[in-house]
C-alpha cells in the first residue's frame, strides 16, 4: 500500500509542476496571436502593430540598386602594345607597295663561258600592272579594293619617277588619323562601325596641292580609309573588377527603402493582399507561423513527455531523488527555472530585434545548484529536460544545445563534496566556458551578429547567474531542508556552537565523538558513501548525553558511579533518554534532519546489555523490549557505520584501558560487535552488502591499530649527581 502512495505522491508532485512549467512560461510570456499565410494571401483578419518597427521594401530597394548599377559604363583601359602593332601595320603596307616597284631575276650568262656559265641577281623595274598583281598577291592587300590598290602604285611610281616622297606623306599622314582613333580607345562592341564610318567617310588629309593636282583628292582620301580600317583592332581591354567596384559603389550608395510601423498602427486591413513587405512585418511581430498549431499549443505535449521521462528515470534509478521528497521538489523547481529562463530568451529574441540574446541564457544557474545540492544524475536529466524544454519555448537548435550544454558544464568543475572555497574558484571557470560554448553556437549556426559583443554578453550573464547560485545555494538548502556539502563542512568545524556545547558540557563524550566521526568518516570513504555526512553524525550522536553527562562513563573520571545506587530499569531509563534528548538539541540548534537522523540511529532498538543482564539477575521473567534503545534501525549506510564505529569505540576503549592492543584483539572486538549487531538485526533496514561491511571491517582494524598502537616506555628520569 505504501508503494502505491509514494507513487501516487510522485506523480501528483510531477503532474502540478507541469502543468506550472507550461502556464507560467506562457503567462510571463504570451505568444501572439499565429496565423497560417503566404506573400499574395488575403489578410484573414486586420492586424495592428504590438510596438514601433521599420521594415526594409527588400523588394523596392533591390530594384534602385540593380538601376544604379546598370547606369555605371563599362571601364576600360587602353593597350598601347596594340597602338604600335597597328601602325607597324600601316608601316608594313606602305612598305610592300616602294618594294613592289622592281623584282630582283636572276640572269644565266653563259656566252663568255659556255663549260661554266655565271648567274647574276639583276634588279628589273615593273610595270603598273605588274607592281599592282605583287601587291594585291600580298596577304596584307587581301581585302583592300583594286582602286585603292592602283592609287597607291600610282602615287610610288610619281616618288619614283619625280624623286618625290608623297607616299610617304600619305605614310604619315595615315598614321597620324589612326593614332587618333586609337587614342580615344576603340573596344570589340565599336570596332565594326569605326571601320564603316572611316571608309565610308575617309579624314581629311593634310597634303600638298600638287598632289592633288595629279590624283584626285578622294581618291587619295579613300585609299587611306580603307588602310587605317584594314590595320584596325580593338585597344580597349574591359577592366571588369574596376568596372564592378564602381558598380558595387554605386549599389551600395542607394539607401534602403523603409517602411515604418508605429505602435497600435494597422499594419494590414481584413481582406488586404498581403505583399513582402507586409508579410514581413507581420512575421517580426510574431503573427506568423509556418504551422497551423501554435507553440503554446505545440509545447503540451512536449512538455509531457519531458516529465513522463523524469518519472520513469527517477523510478528506474532509485537513487536520493526517489526517496526524499524534498529533493524531488527541488529538481521539479529546478526544470521550472529553466523553463521559464529558456521561454524568456526565446520570446525577447523572437520579439525584439537583438538576436544575440540567446546567448545571454543564465541557465548553468540551475546546472551549479543541481551539482551541489542533488547529484550528477540529476544534472544529465536536467540537462536532457533544458533541451526538450527549449523546443517546447519555441526555441532554435542553437537554444537547445545552450541549454543542455549550458545545463550539464557546471558538473565538469563541481560535484557533490564541493566546498564553498571552491566553489568560489570554480565559478570563474564555469563562466568561462560560456563563451566557448557560444561561440560553438554561432559557428554552427553561421550567423552575421557581432561576435565580440556576443562572447562578452555570454560571459556576464554566466558569471551573474553562477554568482547567484553562490549566493542563494545557502537558501535554497535551508528552504528544501536539503544538507549540502557546504552545510556537513560547517557542521564539522570545531567551533560550531552545537559542538561547543557538547565540549563544554561532556568532554568525555566529546572525545569520543572525534574518535568516531574518524573511524566513520574512513570507513564510509572506502565504500563510497557520504564521508562527510557519516563523519557530522558521529560528531552529533551523542548530543543528547549532554542533559545528564555525569551518567555516562566516559564522563565520571574522578569520580563515582551514579548507577551504583541506581535500579537497573532507572539506569536504562536515563540511558535511553539520550536519544530523545539529542533530537531535542539538534533542533534547537539547526541541526538538518540527514544529521541528527544518526542520533535516532546509532544504537538502532538495541537491548541495553550491562542493565538487562543486572536486571535479569533478580528478575528471570524481564523483557527484552523494556531495555531497548528507544531509536529506529540504520536506514542508509551512514547511519550502520556509525552504529558499528560508536559501539566499537566504546568497547576498545572499556577493553584496551586494563591491557594492551594487539592486531588479533582488536579483530576479534571488531567480529564480536559485528556479529552481534548482525544477529540482533540491526542492519535490516539498511541498504549495505557483505562485501561492503567486510571493507567497513578492514578499515576500522586499520584506524583502530593506529588509534591502540604500542609505545615505547620511557626510562624514569634521574636527577645528575
Not at 502556464?23 to 501572439?32: A, G, K, L, R, T
Not at 540567446?358 to 551541489?372: D, E, N, R, T, W
Amino acid at each position: 500500500m505504501n508503494i502505491y502512495i509514494t507513487h501516487f505522491r510522485k506523480i501528483f508532485y510531477i503532474i502540478l509542476f507541469s502543468a506550472a512549467v507550461w502556464f507560467i512560461s506562457f503567462s510571463i510570456f504570451p505568444e501572439n496571436q499565429i496565423i497560417k499565410i503566404e506573400v499574395g494571401d488575403e489578410s484573414p483578419a486586420a492586424f495592428s502593430a504590438p510596438r514601433f518597427l521599420t521594415v526594409v521594401d527588400e523588394e523596392t530597394t533591390e530594384k534602385l540598386k540593380e538601376e544604379a548599377r546598370n547606369d555605371i559604363a563599362p571601364v576600360y583601359s587602353i593597350d598601347s602594345t596594340i597602338n604600335i602593332a597597328v601602325i607597324d601595320g600601316i608601316t608594313e603596307m606602305f612598305l610592300t607597295v616602294i618594294k613592289a616597284r622592281t623584282e630582283e631575276v636572276l640572269v644565266t650568262n653563259d656566252e663568255s663561258n659556255p663549260e661554266n656559265p655565271q648567274s647574276i641577281v639583276e634588279i628589273v623595274e615593273l610595270s603598273k600592272v605588274e607592281q599592282i598583281e605583287k601587291v594585291q598577291s600580298s596577304l596584307l592587300f587581301s581585302t583592300i579594293s583594286t582602286s585603292a590598290t592602283e592609287v597607291m602604285i600610282e602615287i610610288s611610281n610619281l616618288d619614283n619617277l619625280n624623286s618625290s616622297n608623297f607616299l610617304t606623306q600619305i605614310e604619315f599622314e595615315a598614321k597620324s588619323q589612326a593614332d587618333k582613333l586609337l587614342s580615344n580607345g576603340i573596344n570589340n562592341e565599336n570596332l565594326n562601325q569605326i571601320r564603316q564610318t572611316i571608309v565610308q567617310t575617309p579624314p581629311n588629309l593634310n597634303l600638298p596641292s600638287e598632289l592633288y593636282i595629279l590624283v584626285p583628292e578622294a581618291r587619295v582620301r579613300s585609299m587611306v580609309g580603307e588602310i587605317i580600317a584594314e590595320n584596325l583592332i580593338a585597344n580597349q581591354k574591359l577592366e571588369e573588377e574596376l568596372w564592378n567596384e564602381q558598380k558595387n559603389k554605386a549599389s551600395n550608395a542607394v539607401e534602403e527603402v523603409t517602411i515604418q510601423f508605429f505602435k497600435d498602427e494597422i499594419v494590414v486591413n481584413e481582406g488586404e493582399i498581403i505583399d513582402a513587405v507586409l508579410y514581413k512585418a507581420l512575421d517580426e511581430f510574431g503573427y506568423l507561423s509556418g504551422e497551423s498549431r501554435t507553440v503554446q499549443t505545440s509545447a503540451i505535449p512536449i512538455i509531457f513527455s519531458v516529465f513522463l521521462v523524469l518519472y520513469v528515470l527517477l523510478w528506474r534509478l532509485r537513487d536520493s531523488i526517489w526517496k526524499n521528497d524534498n529533493e524531488l521538489l527541488l529538481m521539479l523547481t529546478l526544470i521550472l527555472v529553466s523553463s521559464i529562463f529558456l521561454r524568456g530568451v526565446s520570446y525577447y529574441s523572437n520579439l525584439s530585434d537583438l538576436d544575440f540574446i540567446q546567448y545571454a541564457l543564465p541557465v548553468s544557474f540551475v546546472g551549479v545548484i543541481s551539482v551541489i545540492l542533488l547529484n550528477l544524475r540529476a544534472t544529465l536529466i536536467l540537462s536532457l529536460s533544458s533541451s526538450l524544454l527549449a523546443l517546447a519555448g519555441g526555441g532554435n537548435i542553437g537554444l537547445v544545445a545552450l541549454g543542455a550544454l549550458g545545463t550539464i558544464i557546471p558538473a565538469v568543475f563541481l560535484s557533490e563534496d564541493t566546498d564553498r572555497t571552491l566553489l568560489r574558484e570554480r565559478i570563474i571557470y564555469i563562466s568561462l566556458t560560456q563563451p566557448l560554448l557560444a561561440f560553438g553556437v554561432y559557428f554552427f549556426l553561421r550567423e552575421d551578429g557581432n561576435l565580440t559583443q556576443i562572447l562578452v554578453l555570454s560571459f556576464l550573464s554566466a558569471l551573474v547567474a553562477n554568482l547567484a547560485a553562490f549566493s542563494l545555494t545557502s537558501y535554497i538548502e535551508s528552504m528544501f531542508r536539503l544538507t549540502s556539502s557546504f552545510k556537513l563542512s560547517e557542521l564539522a568545524d570545531r567551533n560550531h556552537p552545537a559542538l561547543r556545547y557538547l565540549e563544554d558540557n561532556a568532554i568525555g563524550t566529546f572525545n569520543h565523538s572525534l574518535v568516531v566521526g574518524t573511524l566513520a568518516d574512513r570507513a564510509a570513504n572506502k565504500i563510497g558513501a557520504n564521508s562527510q555526512l557519516a563523519r557530522a553524525m558521529a560528531y552529533y550522536h551523542d548530543l543528547g548525553k549532554t542533559a545528564n553527562s555525569t551518567m555516562f562513563v566516559e564522563n565520571q573520571i574522578g569520580s563515582s558511579n551514579p548507577h551504583d545506587g541506581l535500579l537497573p530499569m532507572e539506569s536504562a531509563n536515563i540511558l535511553k533518554a539520550h536519544v530523545t534528548e539529542g533530537v531535542k538539541l539538534a533542533k534547537r540548534f539547526k541541526i538538518p534532519e540527514t544529521v541528527y537522523k544518526g542520533i535516532l540511529e546509532h544504537h538502532g532498538d538495541a537491548v541495553i546489555r550491562f542493565f538487562y543482564e543486572k536486571e535479569k539477575m533478580v528478575n528471570k521473567n524481564v523483557s527484552k523490549d523494556e531495555f531497548r534503545h528507544l531509536g529506529n534501525k540504520p536506514t542508509s549506510k551512514e547511519s550502520a557505520i556509525l552504529m558499528m564505529a560508536d559501539s566499537l569505540e566504546a568497547a576498545c576503549r572499556a577493553i584496551f584501558m586494563n591491557e594492551d592492543a594487539d592486531e588479533g584483539k582488536i579483530k576479534n572486538v571488531i567480529n564480536e560487535i559485528f556479529e552481534e549487531k548482525i544477529a540482533d538485526g540491526q542492519l535490516n533496514n539498511a541498504p549495505i552488502t557483505f562485501k561492503e561491511l567486510d571493507i567497513i571491517k578492514n578499515s576500522f582494524q586499520e584506524s583502530l591499530e593506529g588509534l591502540y598502537h604500542q609505545r615505547v616506555l620511557y626510562p624514569e628520569i634521574t636527577e645528575e649527581e
